[in-house]
């Protein structure tokens, strides 16, 4: 029973480049969600799949921010043109899609921009 | 719009004794309410649940209290070990399943 993978672990990159992190959830679970942590503060939801539909994207995601689920299985989350302000740990979470689940975190993806 | 709240940085606690951490949350819309233990660059890991139609729930040395009318929760530790050393973060879940995170509170366990 693995539970939920992402990589890469950690992520340096020079502002501008495009960067892309990959989850793999829980076998079974159904929604896939995303979320960015900041030093000294909470997880803070960006959005979530249901099967590979995204049901839900926070104001947060900024248009330079695109998440995929093809297939329902694992996502994808790409940042283009990455700015300093994106410097976080980005975690992706899963749950089984019925009621009131829990979500299980992924060991998240520490992203560095210079 | 901080709709969950730690208002507790940090707790210090000697071994064996109970380490009592607090959350207030906004929303009455939240239906569903989570503990999360942190170690340093790891993801959360899920402690314990509670549904807003009970008022405790227990889970070996971890309890979890919901008091609806105050919008207040609290994780109970008995009793506390080393290892319990971490951040803890309350969530809370509404409809629209995403969780909403307070900033954590970082537990550190005396021996």
């Known amino acids: 029973d693995t539970g939920v993978s992402q990589d890469p672990r950690h992520k340096i990159t020079k502002r501008g480049q495009n960067v892309t992190f990959r989850c793999d959830p829980i076998s079974e679970h159904n929604r896939l969600y995303w979320y960015r942590q900041t030093l000294g503060q909470g997880p803070e939801f960006l959005t979530y799949?249901?099967?590979?539909?995204?049901?839900?994207k926070s104001r947060l995601l900024s248009d330079r921010f695109s998440a995929e689920r093809p297939k329902g299985s694992f996502s994808t989350l790409e940042i283009q043109r990455t700015e300093q302000g994106d410097s976080a740990m980005y975690l992706c979470?899963?749950?089984?899609?019925?009621?009131?689940?829990?979500?299980?975190f992924g060991p998240g993806t520490r992203l560095l921009v210079l | 719009d901080q709709q969950v709240k730690q208002n507790s940085p940090s707790l210090s606690v000697q071994e064996g004794r109970i380490s009592i951490l607090n959350c207030d949350y906004t929303n009455s819309m939240f239906d569903y309410f989570l503990w999360y233990k942190k170690y340093p660059a790891e993801g959360p890991t899920f402690l314990i649940s509670i549904s807003s139609i009970k008022d405790k729930n227990e889970d070996g040395r971890f309890t979890v209290f919901l008091n609806k009318s105050a919008k207040h929760l609290s994780l109970h530790i008995v009793p506390s070990q080393p290892g319990d050393s971490a951040v803890y973060f309350c969530?809370?879940?509404?409809?629209?399943?995403?969780?909403?995170f307070g900033a954590g509170t970082t537990v550190t366990v005396r021996a």
């Open positions: 979470a899963s749950s089984v899609g019925t009621g009131q689940e829990t979500q299980y």
């Open positions: 969530a809370a879940r509404s409809n629209d399943y995403k969780l909403s």
């Open positions: 799949f249901q099967n590979e539909a995204q049901l839900e």
